[in-house]
T-cell receptor, first 114, second 114 residues
Framework: GAGVSQSPSNKVTEKGKDVELRCDPI?????LYWYRQSLGQGLEFLIY????????KSGLPSDRFSAERTGGSVSTLTIQRTQQEDSAVYLC????????????FGEGSWLTVV | AQSVAQPEDQVNVAEGNPLTVKCTYS??????LFWYVQYPNRGLQFLLK??????LVKGSYGFEAEFNKSQTSFHLKKPSALVSDSALYFC????????????FGQGTTLQVKP
């Protein structure tokens, strides 16, 4: 596709359930990022993948959060045992690489934990 | 620590007047600087970036930004504001040699009134 694609666009889940959020980056982009945006808050970095390098997981808030990127393309962000404070918009982005390459964002996955 | 500051939570301007949204960054090597805009319930859209060269950068929708190394600033400007420019604006920085993630400011809401 032309842009970064995320699914689902909206997800309502019960507290304690696991959720998976999917990101399909722009074709050919080697770098992929996950950010979280809580209501009224800024953008919180979660994780970064670059090619075959070990991902930068420094932003993951707890061990309930994990992400993988298969085949250097599609990525899945998994949140286990969801809590109400996990409610947020999860934004995926991709770029050709590091440096001055532009990072393009998807429309986000809106997660509500009830 | 690497950081970005947007000192104004909100900027109000009348339609047709010039607008400025401020951004400063911490000094830590050579920065790549970006501006993004976010409309309600949407993802982030890239506006412009500074990589190297001319300090005045022109971007989408008539926006421009000036890189000022001595003041460590990258303010976003537009000569004549439109009501449709009303949105949330984020400044972001990426430094050479880091893992590639973007560090975002807290965002500035721009309100353009008719």
């Amino acid at each position: 596709g032309a842009g970064v694609s995320q699914s689902p666009s909206n997800k309502v889940t019960e507290k304690g359930k696991d959720v998976e959020l999917r990101c399909d980056p722009i074709s050919g982009h080697t770098a992929l990022y996950w950010y979280r945006q809580s209501l009224g808050q800024g953008l919180e970095f979660l994780i970064y993948f670059q090619g075959n390098s070990a991902p930068d997981k420094s932003g993951l808030p707890s061990d309930r959060f994990s992400a993988e990127r298969t085949g250097g393309s599609v990525s899945t962000l998994t949140i286990q045992r969801t809590q109400q404070e996990d409610s947020a918009v999860y934004l995926c982005a991709s770029s050709l690489g590091q440096g001055g390459n532009t990072i393009y964002f998807g429309e986000g996955s809106w997660l509500t934990v009830v | 620590a690497q950081s970005v500051a947007q000192p104004e939570d909100q900027v109000n301007v009348a339609e047709g007047n010039p607008l400025t949204v401020k951004c400063t960054y911490s000094v830590s090597g050579n920065p790549y600087l970006f501006w993004y805009v976010q409309y309600p319930n949407r993802g982030l859209q890239f506006l412009l970036k500074y990589i190297t060269g001319d300090n005045l950068v022109k971007g989408s929708y008539g926006f421009e930004a000036e890189f000022n190394k001595s003041q460590t600033s990258f303010h976003l400007k537009k000569p004549s504001a439109l009501v449709s420019d009303s949105a949330l604006y984020f400044c972001a920085v990426r430094y050479q040699g880091n893992t590639g993630k973007l560090i975002f400011g807290q965002g500035t809401t721009l309100q353009v009134k008719p």
